[in-house]
């Protein structure tokens, strides 16, 4: 007889010597921390899903501090974003995506009501200095991520205030100027960021003194310069180019005679729908848009789809703005040379040959209407002045995420060329403040991102209460003015129950689901042990690979991947 | 013979391994471990890791829910079936609580002696006794019957997987009509099964218990709910539990639950409470789902969904009609949205589920 086995004992021994992992053939669940779409779409790169998580938990400081690490303005965003995370919002396809700007906007709001403090500490005294050329929303974000990234940032402004366009061409129905004030105040007040007003480029400095003097320069001029605009060769006299004349008309509240008539505004962006707007509540007898890109609808193409913030378009259809899409302008009547009417023609983006879109003028649809003014809207370029060498074409357009275009040199913001709204510039600011960063410490470009996005059939949606998207109040036409803000804030109940409805794409939710029902008893729960931020572990010594945690996730946390043992 | 050294060593390792006092007062007393991750979790773990259940297992995922809100303090007859297979292979087992199985037809038998011995004693310890589908719906039906006359304190759990998984998927009483099994298969004769899925909860119900119910992996809260509910009641309680498997039903294993809840849905396995016979609650099914979208999932029923075969429409709106049926004699249909439907129910949020657990 050998060794007396357990059975002789009678001594039942436990199951768990029996490990069944080595029972996974084909695949075992793993924790994968996806980019939530809304983080994707975000052009600022702030991570929607992490701080609506912190909001989930009543962490209001907190969830604003979270999203400063990205987006230093989020009381400007909130207001003025198109909102691209709320286009790209899973919940879109349950009941509605969530109202994430409004949310944005009340944090923002609250943090300069209650002084939260931003999480940055003061520059060591000896800590390089980066000059940024501009204070908009792009050098104003590069110079908070600078002193985030422990460096010290000087800020070149040739106007007398900062703020950029922010200020210069965003009526304050949509921005007020209180609000802009006070954040951008809060931020320009660090320790570490000094502010030097009417210092132009090309006059009062210039890119190789300041590269000379400082550790990097970070370009962010914007686009002063209206791109030139004819038809056929044909420009009116009397011609006033949409940005400039919002400047002039946010400087000085007086608009041309010709614009009591009507207007046809030609473009298809938000210093457009801007233009529109101010001209109808000056009382332009008809304003009309002449947009190539379609309005939103179930069948319009992303690619295809007018570029302005939604509810933008929405209000300003309220106010009897008239949009006529897929249409240019194809001829000015002129009377010697001032406009008396435009030729119309429809158009739209074809695949051509190569599959490249192109726009097709589509003959037989023209068609002249008359009109007493023609406001194009068509973008604007970088004033070439002082950046001689440095300019391809009308923009920079730097190859690489940073932004960089010379040694030691950043574009950013809209000067780039390929940027279009402010929280791009915004997410610009920080893209290149980190590759400044990394340059000066001798290191390589910080590496991108490249997690996967979780799309809505990664979720289990049964798990998921149904919540209707929480209504903002608006202003009624009647009662719109030039100063008067639109659209409503929401309050502190309204915010946190929004908070409530996000899905948590892609990160732990911290449900217990995989661990109620795992049928063999592989997820341990600990808050300790699970270093990836979830709330479980799986025992891969008794995990047979079923899938069935997998499935049941709510927010797709769990992937089955090859098992490779 | 090996000499007698050798078996105390074992026995040694044994003790410590266990913790079991030393035979003598020489022997080394074990070490008292930090308490390792498993055994820290906040719930009480009556079946364990390590068993040899099928991936994806219902029957294994609903006797570790039912174990979790009974135990620990009691004890268990098993019938024979899956259950007593897969967690008691000799010289293991999966159960941390004591356990018997004699036979298939009498676990309610030795449920009732178990149940009597302890009063005799004085004890309050509760007994539970499992079943199978096979072991409760035919096998054992009547002692189960037997148990519940003569009014023993137990609670008699059936785990429902619809065959006898356990000998090669033969039909049993409980099969649903038109699924295909080893001994009902599909041919040119039938469309499966030929007969109708007992309604074996009205039987039981018809005992006048003080409990009777069913309950579903697809809502383990529910589940729980009920388990605890029973375990306060003095006398026979019985709960059957709808318990996919994936081999039997052919289905992927990932699919347990999600099969368990469009069954819920569609209204073919209604969650009742029955209290002295008499219908007592229900869950609500906020939007009642096609009987398609259950059976479409699984392969026991994949002949219900042939092209040009007249059969499969009818049976598919035979199964239609029994759950609609279902709907309209349980009244499963709910008015408006009720935070204990079946939507409202399995809700979750950050950090667990939205109704909570209680």
């Not at chain 1, 994430?100 to 609250?110: A, Q």
């Not at chain 1, 913030?309 to 040379?337: F, N, Q, W, Y």
């Not at chain 2, 003598?24 to 008292?32: M, V």
């Amino acid at each position: 007889m050998g060794e007396m086995t357990r059975g002789q004992y009678a001594d039942a021994g436990t199951s768990l010597d029996f490990k069944t992992g080595n029972w996974r053939s084909t695949q075992r669940p793993v924790h994968v921390h996806a980019k939530a779409p809304c983080h994707t779409a975000c052009p600022a790169g702030e991570d929607q899903q992490a701080w609506f998580a912190l909001l989930q938990e009543q962490k209001v400081e907190e969830a604003w501090k979270s999203l400063v690490s990205a987006n230093p303005m989020p009381g400007v965003t909130g207001r003025v974003c198109p909102h691209p995370c709320e286009t790209a919002c899973n919940r879109v396809h349950v009941d509605g995506a969530l109202a994430i700007h409004n949310v944005e906007r009340w944090l923002g709001d609250e943090a300069v009501r209650l002084g939260w403090d931003y999480p940055v500490a003061a520059p060591a005294k000896d800590a390089k200095t980066v000059a940024i050329v501009g204070a908009g929303p792009a050098g104003i974000s590069a110079a908070y991520h600078c002193v985030r990234l422990g460096l010290k940032a000087e800020i070149f402004e040739a106007l007398s205030e900062a703020g950029g366009l922010l200020r210069s061409a965003i009526p304050p129905t949509r921005l007020p100027r209180g609000p802009l004030d006070a954040e951008l105040g809060r931020i320009l007040d660090l320790p570490g960021i000094t502010l030097n007003l009417r210092q132009r480029l090309g006059r009062d400095v210039t890119v190789e003194s300041l590269k000379a003097q400082y550790a990097a320069v970070l370009l962010a001029p914007g686009c002063e310069k209206a791109k030139p605009w004819s038809v056929q060769g044909a420009v009116p006299a009397d011609l006033h180019e949409g940005l400039e004349l919002l400047r002039d008309f946010m400087d000085h509240g007086a608009l041309p005679d010709a614009a009591k008539g009507d207007v046809i505004v030609h473009g298809g962006g938000n210093t457009a729908m801007d233009i529109c707007r101010i001209m109808k509540r000056a009382g332009a007898k008809s304003v009309t848009l002449i947009t190539a890109s379609g309005l939103p609808g179930p069948d319009t193409a992303p690619d295809d789809l007018i570029n302005v913030v939604p509810r933008e378009l929405e209000e300003a259809l309220e106010e009897g703005i008239e949009v006529i899409d897929h249409a240019t302008v194809s001829r000015l009547i002129m009377k010697g040379s001032k406009v008396t009417g435009v030729e119309i023609i429809a158009l739209k983006k074809e695949p051509g040959k190569d599959g490249r879109k192109r726009r097709v003028e589509f003959e037989g649809t023209e068609r002249v209407v008359s009109v007493d003014m023609v406001v194009p809207c068509v973008g604007e370029q970088v004033d070439p002045e002082g950046y001689e060498g440095l300019l391809d074409g009308a923009y920079f357009w730097p190859d690489n995420a940073g932004g960089r275009v010379a040694e030691r040199v950043y574009a950013l913001g809209d000067a780039r060329g390929s940027r279009g709204t402010v929280a791009a510039a915004i997410g610009d600011g920080r893209l290149a403040a980190e590759a400044a960063a990394a340059e000066l410490r001798g290191e390589d470009d910080p590496s991108a991102d490249d997690r996967s996005t979780i799309g809505i059939d990664a979720l289990n949606t049964a798990y998921y209460a149904g919540a209707s998207r929480t209504l903002v109040a608006k202003l009624p036409v009647s009662e719109r003015t030039f100063e008067a803000e639109i659209e409503g804030s929401i309050s502190r109940t309204e915010a946190l129950a929004e908070a409530q409805r996000c899905l948590s794409c892609g990160n732990c939710l911290a449900c217990d689901n995989c661990w109620t029902m795992c049928p063999d008893n592989a997820v341990i729960k600990t808050a300790e042990l699970a270093m990836d931020g979830s709330h479980y572990v799986f025992d891969y010594d008794y995990c047979k690979g079923c899938g069935l945690c997998t499935h049941e996730c709510p927010t797709g946390y769990i992937q089955s991947v090859p098992e490779t043992n | 013979m090996a000499p007698r050294s050798d078996n105390s060593k074992r026995l040694n390792e044994l003790r410590m391994k266990h913790g079991r006092p030393p035979a003598g007062p020489n022997e080394p007393k074990a070490a008292k471990a930090e308490p390792t991750l498993r055994e820290q979790q906040p719930r009480f773990r009556g079946l364990e890791s390590g068993h040899r259940a099928c991936q994806g297992c219902g029957e294994a995922l609903a006797a570790r829910l039912v174990m979790e809100s009974a135990g620990p303090d009691v004890m268990v007859a098993n019938a024979t079936g899956c259950l007593e297979v897969f967690s008691t292979p000799w010289p293991q087992t999966a159960w941390r609580v004591p356990w018997i199985h004699s036979l298939f037809e009498n676990a309610s038998a030795v449920a009732s002696g178990m149940e009597a011995a302890m009063k005799a004693k004085g004890k309050n310890t509760k007994v539970l006794s499992f079943g199978g589908d096979g072991a409760t719906y035919d096998i054992g039906f009547q002692s189960l019957s037997g148990m519940l006359e003569r009014h023993h304190n137990v609670l008699y759990v059936t785990y429902d997987n619809e065959a006898y998984m356990n000998t090669g998927i033969q039909r049993s009483s409980s099969t649903p009509h038109a699924a295909s099994t080893t001994t009902s298969p599909v041919g040119a004769e039938r469309m499966g099964k030929r007969h109708l899925k007992k309604d074996l909860l009205s039987i039981v119900a018809a005992h006048h218990i003080p409990y009777a119910a069913s309950a579903s992996v697809a809502y383990p809260a529910d589940l729980q709910r009920k388990v605890r509910y029973a375990m306060g009641v003095e006398g026979p309680t019985f709960l059957v539990i709808h318990s996919p498997c994936p081999l039997g039903w052919r289905h992927d294993s990932a699919l347990t639950v999600e099969i368990a809840r469009r069954a819920v849905e569609c209204g073919l396995f209604p969650l009742v409470e029955l209290e002295r016979g008499a219908l007592t609650n229900i869950m609500p099914i906020r939007d009642p789902r096609p009987v398609a979208e259950y059976l479409k999932l699984q392969g026991r029923f994949a002949h219900l969904f042939k092209k040009n075969d007249y059969r499969a429409a009818e049976e598919l709106d035979h199964l239609q009609a029994l759950a609609d049926h279902n709907i309209a004699i349980y009244g499963l249909r709910g008015e408006g949205t009720d935070p204990v439907d079946t939507t409202g129910v399995a809700q979750v949020r950050r950090g667990g589920p939205l109704a909570g657990r209680n």
